[in-house]
């Protein structure tokens, strides 16, 4: 398995909603990401995780909680969002050593109303 | 921090004629690569370009690397209308804490005329 999987690939939310994103991969990465990315602008890193732990949240709003249960799987947990918050979300995953560069999902579409 | 540049930004082009797009990046960096993506979709991995002087080719695309000017190229040759695209560079550093921060560059958006 080659491929990083992501759920759903479209949500559309409501400002007072509690949703999450999954991304899962198998092919034993142990560093996962979360990207965001606006209509025509490139994407922007948001977190990243090393071996299950965070290494890195680059001052995401805490509306935006991620979460690293297991080497496999990565979810974004989102809590009150805003209508700006509305865009592609990509999740990549990486050997942390031995690195062979980045493998992207197909990305989830958020819209919030 | 690093940044990376692109240009152009837009770049409208008849089928059959060359062009290049340009990445200069601000801090030192091994890795470039380059990326594809379609409207509404995720990215596709174009090319990994690992140390100076790398070179890599595939089909109409040709992407380089000079580290020592921080520059890396996109060369296409005779376009087809199926180049129609967005086009980015990145540029990575490991990060202290496991895992590497991946930046990117604002994007080449691409049109092959018919």
């Known amino acids: 398995d080659t491929e990083v999987t992501q759920t759903p690939k479209h949500l559309v939310m409501g400002m007072t909603n509690k949703k999450s994103l999954k991304c899962e991969q198998h092919?034993?990465?142990?560093?996962m990401y979360w990207y965001k990315q606006k209509a025509k602008k490139p994407p922007e890193l948001m977190f990243v995780y090393s071996y299950e732990k965070l290494s890195i949240n680059e001052s995401v709003p805490s509306r935006f909680s991620p979460e690293c249960p297991n080497s496999s799987l990565l979810n974004l947990h989102l809590h009150a969002l805003q209508p700006e918050d509305s865009a592609l979300y990509l999740c990549?995953?990486?050997?942390?050593?031995?690195?062979?560069?980045?493998?992207f999902g197909s990305g989830t579409r958020l819209t919030v109303v | 921090e690093l940044k990376v540049e692109q240009n152009p930004l837009f770049l409208s082009m008849q089928e059959g004629k060359n062009y290049t797009i340009y990445c200069n990046y601000s801090t030192t960096s091994d890795r470039l690569y380059w990326y594809r993506q379609d409207p509404g979709k995720s990215l596709e991995s174009l090319f990994v370009?690992?140390?100076?002087?790398a070179v890599k080719q595939e089909g109409r695309l040709m992407a380089s690397l000079d580290t020592k000017a921080r520059l890396s190229t996109l060369h296409i040759t005779a376009a087809v209308h199926d180049l129609s695209a967005t086009y980015f560079c990145a540029v990575d550093a490991l990060l202290t804490g496991g895992g590497n921060k991946l930046t990117f560059g604002t994007g080449t958006q691409l049109k092959v005329e018919l």
């Open positions: 990549a995953s990486s050997q942390v050593h031995l690195f062979y560069g980045y493998t």
């Open positions: 092919m034993g990465h142990r560093a």
């Open positions: 370009l690992l140390s100076n002087g």
